[in-house]
């Protein structure tokens, strides 16, 4: 899979454009853009804008890692709560928010315009969202050709994982975040854009209930043996998984899953369920290869 193709849309529309109409496009001076929201930001490097300023640098490096975040991007603080000081002081002309933190845009309005980005509302369809987004913000930026390049790769790539998964695997798969008490996990379902990524590349999601807000719910272990040929794909995000796999490793119930007897729980790399298509294409590449060629035959054996 190419994820060249995604991450460098800049360099590939230009590769479309004359000498004479790109020379205006590279002289021009790059926007002034800030983000507390992390969908947003991931999607602004994916179209050659570097932010100035993003919430939680360190732990957006975590778990944003591809496109990166330069050294120079300045650390906002807290999602929730923004170092509003800081912000004035870089002087954005525009600042972009997540539908979720809503209730900062009185207090971000005095320093710059703010723009929404919306994933998930609750509605459904959060990867036609995360596409939106990806458009909404490249008219923003100007950048409307990389944003699409960035669409027709990602389209490409979903195409080839899809063709290369189709019929490989008949059971279904929950794919989730174990919780470190070791006897729940959250699960992805219906509203999420990893559930839509999962149908559209022709796997067939074994949660079967209701999911909050986020597009997740909050699932006992003992209710796993509902489904017990399915494979569990769980991410790794560190020292909280090692934990969680601690206190798994002393549950008789836990033990006992035919999917756990059988082999079919597998750690998968971490990424960041509420993000833009560029988070949406890191889970694209990691379904890939956890459930593709002969990964996905010893899981489905």
């Known amino acids: 899979m190419d994820r060249r193709r995604f991450l460098a849309g800049s360099a590939l529309c230009c590769a479309t454009l004359s000498p004479a109409l790109s020379r205006p496009a590279r002289a021009a001076a790059p926007p002034r853009i800030a983000s507390t929201d992390w969908a947003a930001a991931e999607s602004l490097l994916a179209l050659g804008v570097v932010p100035l300023g993003v ?175 399915a494979i569990l794909l769980y991410l790794d995000q560190g020292a909280r998984t090692r934990r969680a796999e601690r206190a798994l490793a002393g549950s008789s119930l836990w033990r006992m899953l035919p999917m756990v007897r059988e082999g079919r729980v597998r750690a998968i790399p971490p990424f960041y369920a509420l993000g833009g298509l560029p988070s949406v294409l890191r889970t694209l590449t990691v379904l890939d290869a956890a459930l593709g060629g002969e990964a996905g035959r010893r899981l489905d054996g």
């Not at 409307?144 to 899809?162: E, I, N």
Request: aromatic share 6%; with cysteine.
């Open 55 to 229: 919430a939680e640098t360190a732990t957006y490096r975590q778990w944003l890692p591809d496109p990166a975040l330069p050294a120079e991007v300045d650390d906002l603080g807290s999602r929730a709560e923004p170092n509003l000081e800081l912000l004035a002081g870089l002087a954005p002309e525009r600042i972009f928010v997540s539908n979720w933190q809503t209730g900062l845009v009185p207090l971000l309005g005095r320093i710059a315009p703010v723009q929404t980005v919306t994933i998930i509302d609750g509605r459904g369809d959060a990867l036609g969202n995360a596409r939106a987004a990806l458009t909404q913000i490249g008219e923003t930026t100007g950048r409307q050709l990389q944003a699409q390049a960035c669409l027709d790769a990602f389209d490409a790539d979903l195409a080839r994982s899809g063709d290369r998964l189709a019929g490989r695997l008949s059971r279904p798969v929950y794919v989730g975040v174990l919780h470190e008490n070791g006897t729940q996990l959250f699960l992805y379902g219906p509203g999420s854009w990893v559930h839509d990524l999962m149908l559209r590349l022709g796997l067939r999601n074994a949660l079967k209930r209701p999911t909050s807000a986020f597009g997740n719910a909050l699932v006992d272990i003992a209710e796993l043996a509902d489904s017990p040929d």
